[in-house]
């Protein structure tokens, strides 16, 4: 057992990919049975879908997310607070949209949905979730990248990625007629308030005020 261990620390030391994909196999698939348990409109959990998680937590997420922490400390070279801002930052604008995008597109497709509506969820959820990460994700990468070595970066995230995902998995069950109005996206509020007027005109319409009669109006 002991070997066993070295030489799974070991190959963890020579394929930081390999680790985190290890964590993500295990941390994605959790994340989902623990959203799963928190809804209520759930009878009884679906181990099917777990496993869904975990493939595309295991083998997309975690190589994209060592691909884009290996990036991202070429692209900002520096371990200070400024450079750890900096590449929190480039990473909402670089790779956010690519991450939730995967996720959506991703999830849908292993479910067999078909293309279209794999399109549409991820118009519908991608900004919205985008706009939630943006309110987590730059502090914690910010911690990440200014005070851990980049060999654990991938478990850090991973572990992080624990709430995101139980997120990601509500964002995912969820009709986007039922999100919170800040997560809905904008041009469905302004659609909705576009249409009060013509509904007040509605209201005014004279065949609301006609009694029957063709010769008399009310």
């Not at 057992?1 to 941390?27: D, N, W």
């Not at 991820?122 to 900004?127: A, D, G, P």
């Not at 991938?154 to 009709?175: C, G």
């Not at 609301?208 to 009310?218: A, D, F, I, P, S």
Request: some cysteine; hydrophobic content about 45%; proline content about 5%.
């Amino acid at each position: 057992m002991a070997k066993l261990l070295k030489a799974i620390k070991r190959a963890g030391e020579q394929f930081p990919v390999l680790r985190g994909m290890v964590t993500y196999s295990v941390l994605w698939p959790t994340s989902n049975l623990v959203q799963q348990s928190l809804d209520k409109t759930r009878d009884k959990y679906d181990p099917v879908e777990s496993l869904r998680y975990l493939v595309l937590g295991t083998f997309v997420t975690a190589p994209t997310v060592y691909v884009w922490v290996r990036l991202a400390s070429k692209i900002v070279r520096g371990n200070t607070v400024k450079h750890a801002v900096v590449k929190a930052g480039l990473e909402q604008i670089l790779f956010a949209p690519v991450g939730i995008s995967q996720f959506f597109l991703g999830i849908t497709i292993l479910e067999g949905q078909p293309w279209a509506k794999c399109v549409q969820e991820w118009r519908e959820k991608l900004i919205p979730t985008w706009k939630t990460g943006v309110c987590i994700w730059p502090v914690l990468q910010t911690v990440n990248f200014a005070y851990v070595a980049e060999k654990n970066r991938v478990v850090v995230v991973s572990i992080a990625s624990f709430m995101w995902t139980i997120f990601l998995s509500y964002m995912h069950r969820l009709d986007q007629n039922s999100l919170p109005q800040f997560l809905q996206r904008k041009s469905k509020v302004n659609n909705a308030q576009s249409k009060a007027p013509c509904d007040a005109v509605s209201d005014i319409s004279p065949h609301k005020y006609w009694n029957g009669n063709t010769n008399e109006v009310l």
